[in-house]
């Protein structure tokens, strides 16, 4: 097998690498990989955004390529996951995280609007303001590791997963000009009669108000920008499964002994790990968009509980179909276990 250089002399381009495997691509350093937003569907993205942003006589942030969504504290830029900028990588990005954020359109126009309400904060200075901070909290506030979502506040708008809104005052204020900017939100009608319709009020004000001066910082400095990473694909993948992972999957064999057993009636029936294996991808997939979580946090608990099968020698005792659907809400019942301990871990 021909392996990937480690440090070639000179970046190589995507027809370079397009068609290796994963094991080679995962030697090769980010800086290396010769990427580019021009001429990749990121491109009629950014233009909707800057589209919409120019509509309500805002400035543009600047955009780049880096390891992960990011807006750089004080600067109205947005760096966007390499991986959007080849077929090929968001290939990899799903063998190793098992999800591609942003891979879709509205996806990605989601993400887009929230990191556009960071970079325009900056641009304005915005979180200066006594009345942001009196609705929104203390920007200055430490991010958390880890934070506890209430699902059924309405504080708070709905826009990305994770009820992501109420993990810090930052990202409050970011979700929230993304419902507000995004045209087809229908926010006044949606939001009327919620707390969270205070802070769209004020931000419809606020960023009127943005749109008849300049902005204070237009500088277009990159932070972490991809030409610049020095880490490998593989490097990178592994810190960031590590991050969201979970540290300790816990769950009590006697939940796994209520759906299979060891007994030795059921001596001669289908292995329940080998049940769970088989499942794993439609469950994880399902119960993912049940509770909001990351796949990749349910398929480590899955690994868990395949193993602590395979350990116990668990056996199947009801029909397949029967025994999938009580599976599935035992995996959902550990998932919002998992996330209402305190234990929904912010965004790297």
């Not at 994770?162 to 087809?184: G, I, K, M, N, R």
């Not at 009669?193 to 008849?212: H, Q, V």
């Not at 796994?256 to 794993?280: C, E, G, Q, T, W």
């Not at 399902?286 to 979580?293: I, K, L």
Request: net charge neutral; glycine share 4%.
């Amino acid at each position: 097998m021909v392996e990937a250089p480690a440090a070639p002399p000179e970046p190589l381009t995507p027809a370079d690498w397009a068609s290796w495997t994963d094991e080679q691509l995962l030697r090769v350093r980010m800086c290396d990989l010769g990427l580019s937003i021009e001429g990749t569907p990121l491109e009629p993205r950014i233009a909707q955004l800057n589209s919409e942003l120019q509509a309500r006589g805002l400035a543009c942030p600047n955009y780049y390529l880096s390891d992960e969504w990011f807006t750089p504290d004080g600067i109205p830029g947005i760096a966007i996951p390499f991986y959007l900028a080849h077929p090929r990588l968001e290939k990899l990005e799903l063998a190793q995280m098992l999800e591609v954020e942003g891979a879709d359109y509205e996806g990605c126009m989601r993400i887009l609007r929230h990191e556009a309400g960071h970079a325009l904060d900056n641009a304005y200075r915005l979180r200066r303001k006594p009345t942001r901070r009196r609705l929104f909290g203390n920007p200055n506030t430490e991010y958390p590791e880890y934070y506890l979502p209430k699902p059924y506040s309405r504080s708070y708008v709905h826009h990305l997963d994770h009820w992501y809104a109420q993990s810090h005052p930052d990202e409050d204020f970011a979700e929230t000009f993304a419902v507000w900017l995004d045209p087809d939100s229908m926010w006044s009608t949606r939001y009327a009669g919620w707390p969270a319709y205070r802070k769209l009020e004020y931000m419809d004000r606020l960023m009127r108000s943005a749109a008849r001066i300049r902005p204070k910082i237009r500088t277009k400095r990159q932070v972490d920008p991809v030409r610049k990473l020095r880490k490998t694909l593989g490097e990178h993948y592994k810190k960031k499964r590590e991050h969201y992972g979970l540290d300790h999957p816990e769950f009590h064999d006697s939940d796994l002994h209520n759906l299979f057993s060891n007994a030795a009636d059921y001596a001669k029936n289908p292995s329940a790990a080998k049940f769970v294996r088989k499942i794993r991808k439609e469950v994880r997939s399902t119960v993912a968009s049940y509770t909001d979580s990351y796949q990749y946090t349910i398929d480590q608990l899955l690994e868990k509980i395949i193993e602590r099968c395979r350990e116990e020698n668990l056996r199947m005792t009801e029909p397949e179909a029967e025994t999938k659907a009580d599976f599935m809400v035992f995996l959902t019942v550990q998932t919002m276990n998992y996330l209402h301990g305190g234990r929904h871990r912010v965004a790297l």
